[in-house]
């Protein structure tokens, strides 16, 4: 058998579904308290009666336990009752009851004191209802309309102070719009910049100080003009242009002081 292997044979859990019931099992010894750390009794619970029906199980799902995992599977399960959580002390119950609730009943919740519950909300209103929200004060707020808005409303969002908002904003932007990223003081909005301009603009960040831009502009600028980018001085960016150049540019890489890049130079010429 190798060492590798998980050792199961047919009929016997492998590795990954034991690891997975090991988890659960795990998962539920843990005691049930509720969000104040106080021990939870069925007794005590207004939805004991569900019980019987198995839309609730202490320790496993339960809308009083403060083990996040716990909530949503007792929502899971009883969708109906989500409308009544809504306005519950405990942020995880608002924030997954407004995951379960009407969309219609979760609007007063974009006010909501917690970013989680305010970012359920901009994931699941109207479009029209959560444009304002592209100024909330948290970056996972924002980034949650981020990944909604289209066109011009992205503007904002694009100088926003948090680079993972800028990011978020240049995957939607318009392609027109994403020549005032590049250049950006964050790498990876320059990376995802590159990844979508149009060639003319792209050729222009051929000169990016990261090399991991650069490798980005390497694989998405046109064969024919990468030669702007065949003596870059980092070898990951030579040798994805010794892949793609226009094989009319590429015997200069055939003397590359990489072995690997100079291989595939020689290579991609002895089938032209």
């Known amino acids: 058998m190798s060492a590798f292997s998980s050792g199961s044979t047919a009929g016997e859990p492998g590795f990954a579904e034991g690891f997975a019931a090991n988890a659960l099992a795990s998962e539920f010894a843990i005691e049930a308290l509720d969000w104040q750390g106080r021990p939870l009794r069925c007794q005590d619970c207004p939805h004991e009666d569900i019980k019987a029906e198995g839309r609730c199980d202490l320790g496993k799902a339960c809308v009083l336990d403060r083990r996040r995992k ?17 306005d519950h002390p ?6 997954l009851a407004a995951r379960h609730a009407s969309v219609f009943l979760i609007a007063p919740l974009k006010d909501d004191p917690e970013p989680d519950v305010r970012m359920v909300c901009a994931e699941r209103l109207p479009l029209a209802r959560v444009r304002d929200m592209r100024f909330d004060p948290e970056p996972p707020v924002r980034i949650a309309v981020a990944d909604r808005l289209d066109g011009s409303d992205l503007v904002a969002l694009m100088s926003d102070v948090d680079y993972s908002v800028r990011m978020a904003a240049a995957r939607r932007a318009p392609v027109d719009a994403l020549v005032y990223l590049m250049h950006d003081p964050e790498v990876d ?8 301009l ?6 222009r960040m051929a000169s990016d100080a990261d090399p991991l831009v650069r490798l980005v502009v ?7 003009r990468l030669v702007a980018l065949r003596d870059d001085p980092d070898m990951r960016v030579r040798f994805v242009v010794a892949e793609r150049i226009s094989p009319a540019f590429l015997a200069p890489l055939t003397n590359d002081a ?12 002895s089938t032209t």
């Open 90 to 95: 405990y942020f995880e119950v608002r924030a």
């Open 70 to 86: 716990r909530i949503d599977r007792f929502f899971a399960n009883n969708a109906a009752l989500a409308a009544r959580y809504l």
């Open 218 to 224: 390497a694989e998405h600028l046109a064969a024919d």
């Open 189 to 196: 909005v320059r990376r995802i910049v590159a990844a979508r």
């Open 198 to 203: 149009p060639q003319v603009p792209l050729a």
């Open 258 to 269: 990489v072995p690997p890049i100079a291989e595939v130079a020689r290579a991609r010429l």
